[in-house]
């Protein structure tokens, strides 16, 4: 281990100061000690070793360690190991790293650490989520071949060994059913049936002994005698002659053609039109028949604002349990189909004359800071119930946090969009104001007409 100063050489400013530690060797690593660093410098010698050491600081149990900014000295050949660290040095000034880490840090030391009680795939969640909101990223599928899926989950894979693979997409399944991050279609994979492993070996066998021992030959078919046989019946050196009536065969489409082909066992002399298509696993050696295999679906995924507050404010096994019904209503949409109903609405006003209106409201973070997750949620499915009874069928309420709303106003003119407002935040003030002890200015709403030079408040 060696530590090293902060500076910037070409002489500018550095807008943040960071000590990092450059981990040089494979020596052990005191995790202990990485408390007093900000991030690390990995001098990356194997990818075995590289990934070894950062799934190791994502194991501890103090997000100071496990949501610590790393670094690679320089680019590593492998793209899943360049994936897996917030920076490399020789692609950027040393003052960008600095920043980059100051950036993550500030996040990180708002956070919670995960609390004894929780089971092991709860801490895995959070300790996730909790590293894709400091990074502001995805959960992105990274295709490698040093995973038994084929695909590495930055930050989530270390916490699976290989043979538990199936376990970790099961695992991101629950909390996709959790609502808790919202999934986006990468691929499908077909797997071993016994190891559950992705290296397969295709390979078509004999239907009758299972032999691999096969010669594929071609069928040909004589036009003016009908006549049909492997094409080495008709072979005379360097010209085709047909075996039943002599004639020769001169030109394909006009003389013969060749309709199939025919398999050759040469272990049982078994002969067919069509050979069984094996998959052959490379990690255990299971012969598996194609309708054995296991399909399976890998996503990427990004944080929904139900995994944002859990992120944030922590994760109890009460709160967990009731967190799918928390803030349910059919009327409402999560925020990435709220934005695609969005671009929509906007490509609609660009077709004619039409007057549709956005309104964001947002409840202060300072004013609701205090609030514990339950309270956050049961405020936020009373909002989102007092919105709903204001809708018309063709409204659209959409959900971006607990403490944020989008309301999209279609076919509307604007002084009854504005009356409709004041009517919201009036009702919403009155709401909290009852419930809540709040001081004023808790709340604003943002009124935005939805066409082509919008600008929305998120973005």
């Known amino acids: ?103 993550i840090n500030e996040i990180v030391h708002q956070l919670p ?47 699976f060994k290989q043979s538990e693979k199936l376990q970790m997409l099961d695992l991101l399944e629950h909390a996709v059913n959790k609502r808790w991050l919202i999934p986006k279609l990468k691929d499908k994979i077909n797997i071993c049936s016994s190891c559950y492993g992705g290296y397969l070996n295709f390979r078509e066998s004999c239907n009758k002994c299972n032999s691999i021992d096969l010669n594929v030959v071609e069928l040909v078919h004589h036009f003016r005698c009908a006549h049909i046989a492997p094409i080495h019946d008709f072979d005379r050196g360097d010209k085709m002659v047909c075996p039943k009536c002599t004639k020769e065969l001169r030109h394909i489409g006009i003389d013969y053609d060749k309709p199939s082909q025919v398999y050759n066992c040469n272990t049982c002399d078994h002969q067919s039109q069509g050979a069984a298509m094996k998959a052959s696993c490379i990690d255990c050696g299971k012969e598996n028949s194609l309708d054995k295999l296991i399909t399976r679906s890998i996503y990427d995924f990004q944080l929904s604002a139900l995994g944002e507050e859990i992120a944030k404010y922590g994760l109890n096994k009460a709160v967990s349990a009731s967190m799918p019904d928390s803030t349910s209503n059919s009327n409402h949409l999560d925020w990435a189909i709220f934005e695609i109903m969005l671009k929509n609405e906007m490509l609609r006003e660009k077709s004619g004359n039409i007057n549709s209106y956005l309104i964001f409201i947002n409840l202060k973070q300072k004013d609701f800071a205090s609030f514990d997750l339950g309270t956050k949620q049961k405020l936020s499915a009373d909002i989102l119930n007092h919105l709903s009874n204001y809708l018309r069928p063709m409204d659209i309420l959409g959900l971006k946090n607990l403490l944020q709303y989008g309301l999209i106003i279609p076919d509307m003119e604007e002084e009854k969009v504005v009356e409709f407002c004041e009517l919201l935040l009036n009702n919403i003030a009155v709401l909290l104001e009852n419930n809540l002890k709040l001081g004023d200015d808790f709340m604003e709403i943002n009124l935005i007409k939805i066409d082509s030079n919008a600008k929305f408040p998120w973005a």
Do not use: C
């Open 113 to 159: 650490i995960p609390l004894d009680h929780w089971g092991y795939e709860e801490t895995i969640l959070f300790k996730q989520f909790q590293y894709l909101l400091s990074r502001n990223k995805d959960l992105t599928a990274i295709p490698t071949r040093h995973s038994k899926l084929g695909f590495h989950f930055p930050f989530l894979n270390g916490f």
């Open 1 to 103: 281990m060696q530590q090293i100063d902060n500076h910037n050489p070409s002489g500018g400013p550095v807008l943040a100061f960071q000590e990092f530690i450059h981990l040089e060797s494979r020596s052990q690593i005191d995790l202990d000690l990485l408390r007093g660093y900000d991030a690390i410098i990995l001098e990356q010698e194997t990818l075995h070793y590289g990934i070894q050491i950062i799934e190791k600081l994502r194991n501890f149990e103090d997000n100071r360690v496990y949501l610590m900014p790393v670094f690679l000295s320089t680019k590593s050949e492998n793209n899943l190991l360049n994936n897996l660290v917030d920076g490399i040095l020789d692609d950027q000034d040393i003052v960008d790293s600095i920043n980059r880490s100051a950036e």
